[in-house]
């Protein structure tokens, strides 16, 4: 996979093209609504988005931003084109975010609101399971998963 690039987006053009992947994956393809999907978290300055390019041309996005205390981050909007999934691309995407929360802004561990269909995948990555209760986000069943660093 030399042909991949993962950044730490720092412009606004950078985080429209996170966007645009959002749009393609969650509104587009889970029929969540557009208004919906970008949130009061996209602008806040805590929030790190970062871009999976593929030959410079976008094909993946993930963010991270402060839970609720100065030791966990949580991990939200992952999102692989549909025609790139299966490549391993999602882990070396989570694998960058948890380095980068880890190493750069000094988290001690991450949560996240996985799609109780792809809870394994989360699992398969060193996530556990933290409520076994499932709960709804637009409509789609989750389940709250953690991992320490």
């Known amino acids: 996979m030399e042909d991949i690039e993962i950044i730490h987006v720092t412009t606004q053009k950078e985080k ?9 994956v969650f509104v587009k393809e889970q029929k969540i609504p557009v208004e919906n999907e970008i949130d009061e ?11 999976v390019l593929k030959n410079t041309q976008p094909i993946g996005t993930i963010r991270i ?10 991990i939200g909007r992952i999102s692989i084109l ?7 691309i999602g882990t070396l995407l989570i694998s960058k975010v948890e380095s980068f929360a880890k ?3 000094g988290y001690k561990k991450c949560i996240l609101h996985a799609q109780k ?3 394994s995948w ?13 709960f709804y986000e637009e409509g789609i069943e989750h389940i709250k998963m953690g991992k320490d660093f």
């Open 16 to 24: 429209e093209k996170c966007f645009q992947m959002r749009i393609e």
């Open 41 to 51: 978290y996209d602008s806040s300055l805590d929030c790190h988005h970062f871009l």
């Open 65 to 74: 931003y402060p839970y609720n205390d100065n030791i966990t981050a949580k």
């Open 82 to 88: 549909k025609e790139y999934r299966g490549n391993g």
């Open 103 to 105: 190493s750069q802004l």
């Open 117 to 119: 269909n792809k809870s």
């Open 122 to 134: 989360y699992e398969n990555r060193g996530y556990k399971v933290l409520n076994e209760e499932i």
